[in-house]
């Protein structure tokens, strides 16, 4: 990335506070919740919390929001901690878990319930929406807001004891149902929940709501400064209201701060919605080169240093847009470029025939692995008698501007010879098997005849003799229109996914069809013994990764992207 210094209003900020004195030193946190995989919308949170950290010279936690046993397993704990290293950044204010806090979470209950600032409720979810009001219309109280203090911390610690059922009572915050900001109506603070913990097992039955328990986290480790997407600048004043009510059993008092997520077109950035594609079977997993989770792009073969890059472009600020998913793909391009290997391949192949070059004789050619980088070294391809070209490459009937192979016409095989296209040869459907052709024997490449000026364009080919197959994997957006299926409040959802609200339209009648072409072809090689997550640019064809899928018979590669060198528009409004 060119420039990571420019500023943004948040350092803006962080910078009049260290010289106001309001802190001394910058301690940021990401804080991911373990139930499911990081998609490319999380990087935006992610990359700003770790980089904050780094240009001030602070540090930066990282806690998992472990709340939901439900949904939440070691798998996503380990492949987070794996998305972060590979973007470039480390946990250098220590690693934790919002389930390390449980006791002193009980703790603050029990003397809010003591202090009248909490209450056990007995209202269903459905009645709790009804009394909570509306944008426009003030909530009731509960008809149990009221209730002795005493009683509320009896049922509570029976709540805990395991006496009742799920769903049929809820300890709340008491703080003003006709607030005009919703969220801070009597927020819930604990619900019944008899799920085993995967990390304190059978010891709590109840469990704390998010808008409690992340607050809490963040004054225990003293981070000075929240950052967090936009849709939690409604919550900020329930977060200083917890902090500042419990004040009395914590060390430090955070900022927060609220910038624009990141959406993007034909994109799902929803991880409840790629959590019904993974359990559907419309892909093959979290993995899927065809998902936006951030393991999915390196399995694909994106790297962290193009997302970073993505990141910087965008910018930070408070003004929702769209971003086009070209841009991400023009950074992943330019990364790519510079650091990829060129190799020749065929992805629908056509054979060619050079009638007069002698049977059973092979030319070795030296071919470079990157035009700008002679430092990158070469490679050796054989060129002989029978080859592959692109089927596209030729055409019986060329149309107007066709400039690549047809009857009569002379190209450049790179890195080889002028040849001249004499004809074709037709299975008994019509379709061409096979394309005839002379060489020039004095246009070899690197000697005075290969300046001879043609009409034809340069096409690259793989020698039949050493073609080795391979199975190439085109991908294109999971979704058939612009829209993003973007993510959702996900403080909200915690409460529960039927209060989750739905997407704009159903977006499985919106995933692309044509999302995955698999083809198989030819290519050079060198490819074969390439590691798996290797990337080369296909000469005309684009950049390719190797997939774990790949077997010594069979290497197998996902085209990243393509060699497009433009970007249509940046952001939506």
Known sequence: ???????????????????????????????????????????KALIMDFLTAEKFGGKCNLRFDDTNPAKEDMEFVRNIEK????????????????????????????????????????????????????????????????????????????????????GTKTLRMKIDMASPNIVMRDPAMY??????????????????????????????????????????EIHRPLYDWVVQHAQNKLPGHPRQIEFARLNMTRTVMSKRYLRQLVEGGYVSGWDDPRMPTLSALRR???????????????????ADSTVDLALLESCVRDDLGERSPRAMAVLRPLKVVLTNWPEGETKTLTMENHPDHPEMGTHEAVFGRELYIEQDDFMEEPVKKYQRMFPGNEVRLKGAYIVRCDGCEKDEAGNVIQ???????????????????????TLHWVSAAEAVPFEARLYEPLLVDEEAVEAEDEAAEEEGEENAAPAKKDFISRLNPNSITVLRGYAEPLVRDAEVGATFQFLRTGYFCKDPDSTAELPVFNRTVGLRDTFAKQTRA
Request: include cysteine.
């Open 191 to 232: 619900r019944i929940l008899y799920k085993e913990h995967w990390r304190t097992g059978k010891k709590w039955c109840i469990y704390p709501m998010y808008d409690f328990s992340h607050p809490i986290g963040d004054a225990l480790e003293g981070i000075t400064h929240s950052l967090c997407s936009l849709e939690y």
């Open 83 to 166: 998305d972060i290293r590979w973007l470039g950044f480390d946990w250098t204010g220590g690693l934790f878990y919002a389930s390390d806090y449980y006791d002193i979470c009980y703790e603050i209950a029990e003397d809010w319930i003591e202090r009248g600032l909490a209450y056990v409720d007995e209202l269903n979810k459905e009645e709790m929406r009804a009394y909570r009001g509306t944008l426009t219309e003030p909530g009731k109280n509960s008809p149990w807001r009221d209730r002795p203090a005493a009683e509320s911390l009896d049922l509570f610690r029976r709540m805990r004891a395991g006496e009742f059922p799920e």
């Open 435 to 457: 394309v005839n052709c002379t060489v020039d024997f004095d246009t070899e490449s690197g000697t005075p005849g290969a300046d001879r000026k043609i009409k034809g364009k």
């Open 300 to 318: 694909r073969g994106y790297t962290g240093a193009a997302i970073r890059d993505f990141v910087d472009r965008i910018g930070m600020s408070k």
């Open 1 to 43: 990335m060119e420039d990571r210094e420019r500023s943004n209003f948040i350092w803006d900020e962080i910078k009049k506070d260290l010289a106001e004195g309001v802190y001394e030193e910058v301690h940021t946190r990401f804080p991911p919740e373990p139930n499911g995989y990081m998609h490319i919308g999380h990087c």
